[in-house]
């Protein structure tokens, strides 16, 4: 058995535990669904959290190489104007 399929299923397992364990807490059904439902929302917000920093990592790299891209555009059309304005020199 794979080492990530042990960590999937122990991680399952902590998770199918804690809900079991909030399911038959000696607690009134609104508390308890109360307590689903905030836990719910943190993960939620966590994943959005996480999300937002993804996007904004993809976003700065997407810029960075688009940058450099116009860079070597902008060099290169320089050199070619360069080598183009010397041969026309040259057949004067």
């Not at 104007?81 to 020199?89: H, S, W, Y």
């Amino acid at each position: 058995m794979k080492t990530d399929k042990v960590v999937l299923g122990i991680l399952g397992g902590i998770a199918a535990g804690a809900m079991l364990g909030i399911l038959f807490a000696p607690e009134k059904g609104t508390k308890t669904r109360r307590k689903i439902m905030d836990k719910g929302n943190d993960y939620a917000d966590d994943l959005k959290d996480k999300f937002d920093t993804v996007l904004g990592t993809i976003t700065k790299k997407y810029e960075k190489i688009w940058q450099q891209g116009e860079n070597l555009i902008a060099e290169e059309k320089e050199k070619f104007d360069t080598a183009k304005n010397e041969i026309k020199n040259a057949n004067r």
